[in-house]
């Protein structure tokens, strides 16, 4: 298994521009995630997927949208990019348990907009 | 909503040092907690977690930690911490019965080891 894969690894993208990060797992997951990390601010929740077809927003939904049209896959999209979405993203994917189950984390994005 | 508190931004130990990483949450309800490390240029993986039982969670690498209600806590601990334990060091909290994706991270406690 690969886990959760995600891409690019880095991207420069200039205020306004548009583009879509990927993230998928192979793992069969039915609960998916985004979180940005910025220093001092840990990993905020961007949104969430508890199923193909259903998403929800978290703590920082602004700025972007997702869409969770398979199991496997869940990208994250910037609308018009912004200096203050620059940071590091990541992609968690958990399975289904009585209550939360541990996240897998995918290798991050780091994301700089000029 | 909970909310999760880590008041140690930046920790300096000497190897052999023990550490303790404090963990404050906010939610009136039943909670899991959790632990997640990463390793300089590595992502995040779990340390530990806690949902029932037993409040004193064993992890890996010789971490526990331990859920006191009363207090809204889950201290992380190591009684001799190694040079390889440099590491940020986050602790999570989601609300039991909502959505296992809906986890909330601490800001972060960055561990220096001195060789």
């Known amino acids: 298994n690969a886990g959760v894969t995600q891409t690019p690894k880095f991207q420069v993208l200039k205020t306004g521009q548009s583009m879509t990060l990927q993230c998928a797992q192979d793992m069969n997951h039915e609960y998916m995630s985004w979180y940005r990390q910025d220093p001092g601010m840990g990993l905020r929740l961007i949104h969430y997927?508890?199923?193909?077809?259903?998403?929800d927003q978290g703590e920082v939904p602004n700025g972007y949208n997702v869409s969770r049209s398979t199991t496997e896959d869940f990208p994250l999209r910037l609308l018009s990019a912004a200096p203050s979405q620059t940071s590091v993203y990541f992609c968690a994917s958990s399975g289904r348990s009585r209550g939360a189950d541990t996240q897998y984390f995918g290798p991050g994005t780091r994301l700089t907009v000029l | 909503a909970q909310s999760v508190s880590q008041h140690n931004h930046h920790v300096i130990l000497s190897e052999a040092a023990s550490l303790e990483l404090g963990c404050n949450y906010s939610y009136g309800g039943t909670v899991n907690l959790f632990w997640y490390v990463q390793y300089p240029g590595q992502h995040l993986q779990l340390l530990l977690k806690y949902f029932s039982g037993d409040p004193l969670v064993k992890g890996i690498k010789g971490f526990e930690a331990e859920f006191i209600k009363s207090k809204f806590s889950f201290n992380l601990r190591k009684p001799s911490v190694q040079w390889s334990d440099t590491a940020e060091y986050f602790c999570a909290v989601n609300a039991r019965g909502s959505s296992a994706s809906k986890i909330i991270f601490g800001s972060g406690t960055r561990l220096s080891i001195r060789p």
């Open positions: 997927s508890v199923g193909a077809g259903i998403t």
